[in-house]
């Protein structure tokens, strides 16, 4: 009999339950079964006056029942929950604007210079700085461009007017001529003069020439130099470090050439020239047909500027390369005036 | 310089074509700037021969002229009026397409027919020359095809990029040539040795070299009974080829010599040199120029000759500017009977600093400047006379030579290991030796052993170390052969540079706060001195600025931002900039440099310093990423200001640890007028050496805290002239147990400002009761009322 009354009690529940559609329903029905005067829980109150025997056998399948509908009551909870929330209403126009705090961007040179100097470090490359203003001995004497020697025409150099007292000891004039340092090479004797071979350094920079301007030239640009100096260095070398910068600058399979040329401070000296990045060598426009684009230029470093720096003649070998870092900003984003990087117009800044 | 192909091609004894020279130039020796196909299409163009000239019945200006070409004669009207009977000139027969475009027909001209056209030298491409009908040499057989008699085939112009070290022998077609002839093995067969000195002493001339040094040579050659006339074609065409303008017979044949073996060489009319006294002798005087002297040079320009300048001059006056340009009065005339030649050796510095004192530059300055070999001079003379002997059939009086000091081969020792070692390739002694003779070197030591000696060929003044010698066997060799090969050096880690590496970091923390990064030149002008009132500092000044308002060197880098914000307040209404870059003056007779962040910013709208306290907050931040203890950081009033363009009442100081590091405040209004700015602009600017100097501790961890803190708020008016800086930090002393003090309400009333800050209590070992903390704030208020003259409402 009581068992039935049970069992009667909890289909009931379960079949109310079906019709519940809100919480508010869902709290009465609640109130109705496990409330403290609902008829189960009277019922499973009255369950102490019982003999222990009975009282176990009611009592386990009493508190069975009460689980289920708990449990259920739950289940029921959650759906309604689920159910009453209206996404419709909280939709929104994910095409409206989003709130930016707004970002910056670096100048391309910087970009550029950057992800050079990140794959020379990884070969092991210190990177080393110069002043933007040198000393005629450090621009020219030491590189092997003596005064009057044509080869200066080869840099049309900024002069400052003023003039400082000398401090070189290799120097015998008691004063010194200041120029923009015309390429960023003028920093290699300063640094050979306070290292010891063998060493591998990079000098990136800015530098000066005095040149009309249109949209490939530009008075003031950034050069990239490397220099390698130790005893046994070879044209190898050059050409395979060379070859693998470039490879992993422009993310593919790329091949060196060098051409004989004349810098005064290497010898011999070179021109350098890598398969095009745009046909890989076959020809195309962007060669104007011959495969290989000019890139810089590169050399082993000529012995009086060892011995400039105070190296013995003849004891270290060494290579030095280096090329403009707009040359490869202007290939690597199609930028056609080189004009653009220091016009300081945010029109172009911002597209980096 | 420009070089005809088929001439270079006649000289190296080379059958490629031009394209294929073009590489093998452009990979052992010479860049070629240029490679220019020159096609002559002059198919019926014919020689003729003029028979007749009459007058046009209707025309003043045209003549009716009966020309001769072979069998037929043909009638032609013209309107040149320098033809003769008897001439020989081009004529363009009917059907002929002239390379201008013209094409022949027949046609009746004012009432007359006319057949065909007689030509002018543009007419043909064959020169400039529109003065009238070129009239071709007697000998010019008659109704031969113009293009077969001037021996016009098509050529290929190239232009080659000679540099210094090479001037000395490839700026002449023998060099370039004999360069040809080694790349395709040829043998150089183009005898210059054998071109030597006439024995024939001049008895008219004699030559005094005043100055040894400026002058190591000098020849001077008497030719009589020069006839002055136009050169052969084939030589003018040759000249025109190479980009050089035919004057006369004369000044061609110098021309060409030069052009052909690299060696400038000047004629002067014989009897302007004359001596007057003594008729038949003229005498020549190498020296410095005199104070106050000048000469009127060739292209009309009077000079005024410095005492550094050396001159060729007789008994009175200079005649030629040495190496760079005759002189006037002893020119070429058309009356000119008798020449002297002068082929002579300058020293190169001397002609250079000549040359860019007077602002000259000519073929001849451009080769002996860079330093000719003395012994070209003889093959030259000889090679001039000889032309001349042909084309103004002149005769040779006789020669003198001043030469005190031979030129002698330069001897190098090279090392068989060292060329490889330099080169990392393996090139064999064999290949080595071969090498060396075709370039003409001279073995001297014996072949056997490792280390050679060998004498360099004395045109090749380049040529002094070894690494000289390496450079040409590699060149020839083949730089292409060389395989790549990775450095073996020890690899030591390498240092970091941490004045780059800060710099890297701001750059890349910088832009996640919304700056761009501007890039501009080095330089600023006079104007921006006085704007922004930088005269504290003394600028270095270019002796060559691009132009006036670029000459002196920036000593700050204010003035190039104002000049970006102008003009990129064109495109924007509101932008934040930044930049790294380095100043330099002169300070106490030495360069100094600093190197500087600025960063700008201008806003949309400001009504109460947004801008200034947005660029604060940026700087602030700024500084926290690159890892400043933000504890360490004190942003406030500039006690003693020094800058001009700074505007004086919105402006703070940046201090870290007490350091000065730089500035954050808005551009003075007076100097934004200057730079036509209509927005306020706020800016710092941060020396970075200054940053980088300031130790920057580790961070050190605090544990957090295990009790709640508590919050009151508290809210005062104070007059204008409290900071709140000052406020602060009175609570923060005030009161024991303060962890933050934080202001969060503004507003401006009457005479005086309200302000409301959070204040944060906490201790580490329980939670605050509240009466505690009445008694801080109870402190704190006394405090801030006497102190300060706050009026706390609570």
């Known amino acids: 009999m009581k068992k039935e009354k049970i069992k009667n009690l909890s289909n009931q529940f379960f079949q109310e339950i079906q019709t519940v559609q809100s919480e508010d329903q869902l709290f009465q029905l609640e109130k109705k079964y496990l409330g403290r005067k609902s008829e189960f829980i009277g019922f499973l109150k009255s369950l102490k006056n019982l003999a222990p025997e009975e009282r176990k056998q009611f009592g386990r399948l009493a508190n069975e029942i009460k689980k289920e509908i708990t449990q259920k009551l739950e289940e029921k909870k959650k759906e309604l929950i689920e159910k009453s929330f209206d996404f419709e209403k909280e939709s929104l126009d994910v095409t409206m604007p989003g709130r930016k705090k707004g970002v910056g961007h670096l100048n391309p040179i910087s970009i550029v210079r950057y992800k050079i100097e990140d794959i020379f470090s990884r070969m092991g490359y210190e990177v080393a700085d110069g002043s933007e203003i040198e000393t005629e001995f450090y621009n020219f004497d030491a590189l092997n461009i003596p005064a009057h020697h044509p080869a200066r025409d080869m840099q049309d150099t900024f002069w400052l007017q003023q003039k400082i007292k000398n401090q070189h000891p290799k120097v015998k004039r008691e004063e010194e001529r200041l120029a923009m340092r015309s390429q960023t090479s003028a920093g290699q004797v300063k640094y050979m003069e306070k290292h010891k071979p063998p060493f591998r350094i990079i000098v990136p920079g800015k530098c000066f020439r005095n040149e009309a301007t249109d949209t490939t030239h530009e008075h003031t640009f950034y050069q990239f130099e490397a220099l390698v100096v130790g005893e046994n260095i070879n044209v190898g070398h050059l050409k395979f470090t060379a070859q693998e910068f470039f490879s992993q600058f422009f993310k593919q399979k790329v091949k060196i050439r060098l051409r004989p040329s004349y810098f005064p401070f290497t010898e011999p000296g070179f021109e350098f020239d890598i398969t095009c990045t745009v046909c890989h060598g076959k020809g195309c426009s962007a060669c104007q047909g011959g495969g290989w684009l000019e890139l810089g230029g590169a050399g082993m470093v000529n012995q009086n500027v060892f011995e400039a720096s105070g190296y013995p003649r003849n004891k270290y070998q060494g290579f030095a390369w280096g090329f403009g870092i707009e040359r490869l900003a202007m290939m690597k984003y199609g930028i056609d005036d080189v004009r653009l990087f220091h016009s300081g117009d945010l029109r172009f800044i911002k597209q980096f | ?794």
């Open chain 2, 1 to 794: 310089m420009k070089y005809s192909y088929n001439w270079l091609k006649e000289l190296a004894n080379t059958q490629k074509t031009a394209e294929e020279m073009a590489e093998l130039l452009t990979m052992h020796s010479f860049e070629l700037e240029g490679l220019e196909k020159k096609e002559i299409n002059l198919t019926g163009v014919v020689i003729g021969k003029i028979l007749e000239i009459k007058k046009h019945p209707d025309a003043d200006k045209l003549q009716l002229t009966k020309i001769e070409i072979g069998k037929k004669k043909l009638e032609i009207v013209c309107g040149a009026p320098n033809i003769k009977i008897g001439d020989k000139v081009p004529v363009a027969l009917v059907g002929a397409q002239l390379p201008n475009g013209i094409k022949i027909r027949e046609t009746k001209i004012r009432g007359v027919k006319s057949v065909g056209m007689l030509c002018a030298e543009d007419e043909l491409d064959l020169g400039e020359n529109h003065n009238g009908i070129m009239i071709l040499d007697e000998d010019a057989p008659v109704g031969m095809s113009i293009k077969k008699y001037l021996e016009i085939r098509n050529d290929t112009i190239f232009e080659i990029k000679i540099l210094p070290d090479r001037a000395h022998d490839a700026m002449s077609y023998v060099g370039v040539a004999r360069e040809m002839a080694i790349l395709d093995n040829q043998k150089f067969d183009y005898d210059f040795a054998g071109l030597k000195l006439p024995k024939k002493k001049s008895r008219k001339l004699k030559v005094i070299i005043k100055d040894k040094k400026l002058c190591p040579r000098y020849i001077g050659a008497v030719m009589e009974g020069v006839i002055i006339k136009e050169s052969p074609d084939w030589l003018r065409a040759r000249l025109e080829a190479s980009g050089i303008r035919p004057i006369n017979n004369v000044v061609d044949a110098t021309n060409y010599v030069m052009l052909e073996l690299g060696q400038p060489l000047h004629a002067f009319d014989f009897s302007q040199v004359q001596e007057i006294s003594k008729n038949e002798t003229a005498k020549i005087i190498i020296r410095k120029a005199q104070k106050n002297e000048k000469i009127e040079l060739l292209d009309g320009e009077v000079l005024k000759l410095t005492v550094d300048n050396l001159v060729i001059a007789n008994n009175q006056e200079p005649l030629v500017l040495a190496g760079v340009m005759g002189g006037k009065n002893s020119e070429i005339n058309n009356d000119t009977k008798s020449i002297i030649l002068e082929s002579a050796n300058f020293n190169a510095i001397s002609i250079r600093t000549t040359r860019i004192e007077h602002k000259i530059r000519t073929e001849s300055s451009d080769r002996f400047e860079k330093n000719i070999d003395p012994n070209l001079a003889e093959k030259a003379i000889r090679r001039v006379i000889e032309i001349l002997e042909h084309t103004a059939e002149a005769k040779l009086e006789g020669v003198v030579d001043i030469y005190p000091q031979k030129n002698k081969p330069q001897k190098i020792e090279i090392n068989l290991d060292y060329i490889n070692s330099l080169l990392g390739e393996e090139i064999k002694k064999a290949e080595v030796l071969k090498i060396l003779k075709s370039l003409q070197f001279k073995i001297i030591g014996k072949e056997e052993e490792k280390t050679i000696l060998v004498e360099a060929p004395t045109y090749r003044v380049d040529l002094k170390t070894p690494e000289d010698v390496i450079e040409d066997i590699g060149r020839i060799w083949g730089y292409e052969k060389i395989k790549p090969q990775p450095l073996v050096e020890p690899i030591i880690p390498a240092k970091i540079n941490q004045q780059l590496f800060l710099e890297r970091k701001i750059r890349q923390n910088i832009i996640g706060l919304g700056f761009d990064e501007i890039y501009n030149y080095s330089f600023y002008g006079e104007e921006d001195v006085v704007n922004c009132k930088l005269n504290q500092k003394q600028h270095l000044r270019l002796e060559n600025p691009m132009n006036p308002s670029q000459h002196l060197v920036r000593a700050n880098l204010v003035p190039n931002i104002l000049k970006n914000i102008f003009i990129n307040l064109k495109h924007f209404d509101s932008f934040k900039i930044f930049k790294i870059g380095r100043n330099y003056w002169l300070e106490k007779g030495t360069v100094k440099e600093e190197r500087k962040l600025v960063m700008a910013n201008i806003l949309k709208k400001d009504q109460d310093g947004e801008t200034f306290y947005e660029m604060k907050g940026a700087v602030e931040d700024l500084l926290e990423i690159i890892g400043i203890d933000k504890k360490a950081l004190v942003i406030s009033k500039i006690k003693e200001l020094n800058k001009y363009y700074i505007h004086p009442t919105r402006s703070a100081e940046i201090k870290i640890n007490e350091k000065l590091i730089g500035y954050v405040g808005e551009i003075n209004p007076l100097v934004l007028l200057k730079y036509k700015i209509e927005k306020r602009v706020a800016l710092a600017e941060i020396d970075l050496r200054k940053l980088l100097a300031i130790t920057q501790t580790e961070k050190k961890y605090q544990s957090l805290k295990k009790f709640p803190s508590v919050t009151r708020d508290i809210s005062m008016l104070v007059n204008h002239d409290v900071q709140v800086l000052d406020i602060v930090n009175l609570i923060k002393r005030a009161g024991k147990v303060i962890l933050k003090v934080s202001l969060f309400d503004v507003f401006k009333k009457d005479k005086k400002t309200s302000l409301a800050f959070h204040l944060e209590f906490g201790v580490d070992d329980r939670t605050l009761k509240n009466k505690e903390i009445d008694k801080e704030i109870g402190k704190i208020v006394t405090e801030l009322e006497t102190k300060l003259k706050v009026e706390v409402r609570q």
